[in-house]
């Protein structure tokens, strides 16, 4: 897709991250075709330091998922009279971004998820993203919200909310099946609610905020395990 549309309006794709706290860019990859690399966030801009880190803010080895930390001259000095989320989102002296990102030998950064949207089931990490895009894959969806949903036995569920294509028919366990081909056992959404809109923010983005607070105020499930 990128190269089509780079072929189609004669300009070079360079994708970046970043967040307005931090003025507001944090990665950004080469100006060049031979050294970007394509659903990278690139390499970490000048006068930035980043790390990529645990819940007890330890470095995560090489490859794997940590949440983003970053200092420099550039990070904001703080919410105005916001203490409490100040005293959240700094420690130590590293802004927290709240998202998880995975990086290279060669240094490029991979976004993976926000940290919120993240759902712990049976001791296991799920990122909604990931599943997100596998069921976004199907010829039948034309927008999907994984969120985490509570469960007395596991904690949490991964629940999908799918809104269908105009004219296809689809069914909760023909998509199971079709999510199984792609994502291991305990990723595959327990739920899947088919729903006719989901909400967004002024933004666009899916209001996954709404939606989880909607499924807090329903009791917690106790299904099994998927098979």
């Known amino acids: 897709m990128v190269e089509e549309f780079e072929k189609r309006f004669g300009c070079l794709f360079i994708e970046s991250m970043g967040q307005t706290e931090l003025s ?22 000048y006068n930035m330091m980043t790390r990529l880190v645990d819940e007890n803010d330890n470095d995560m080895p090489l490859g794997e998922t940590g949440e983003l930390v970053v200092k420099s001259p550039c990070v904001m000095k703080g919410y105005y009279n916001l203490p409490e989320a100040n005293k959240k989102v700094f420690r130590g002296g590293w802004l927290h971004t709240g998202d998880m990102l995975r990086q290279d030998k060669d240094g490029y950064h991979y976004f993976v998820d926000r940290k919120k949207d993240m759902i712990v089931t049976a001791g296991y990490n799920i990122y909604a993203k990931e599943l997100e895009n596998v069921l976004l894959n199907h010829p039948a969806v034309l927008e999907v919200a994984v969120i985490g949903v509570p469960d007395e036995i596991k904690g949490q569920l991964p629940k999908a909310l799918i809104v269908k294509k105009e004219g296809t028919s689809l069914t909760e366990e023909v998509l199971k099946r079709y999510a199984r081909e792609y994502l291991a056992p305990y990723k595959v959404p327990r739920i899947i609610e088919f729903v006719g809109n989901l909400p967004h923010t002024p933004q666009g983005k899916i209001a996954k905020g709404i939606l989880r607070e909607i499924e807090g105020k329903k009791p917690s499930t106790q299904k099994g395990n998927i098979i």
């Open 24 to 45: 507001p860019l944090v990665m950004i990859n080469p100006p060049h075709r031979d050294k970007r690399r394509l659903g990278s966030c690139g390499l970490t801009a």
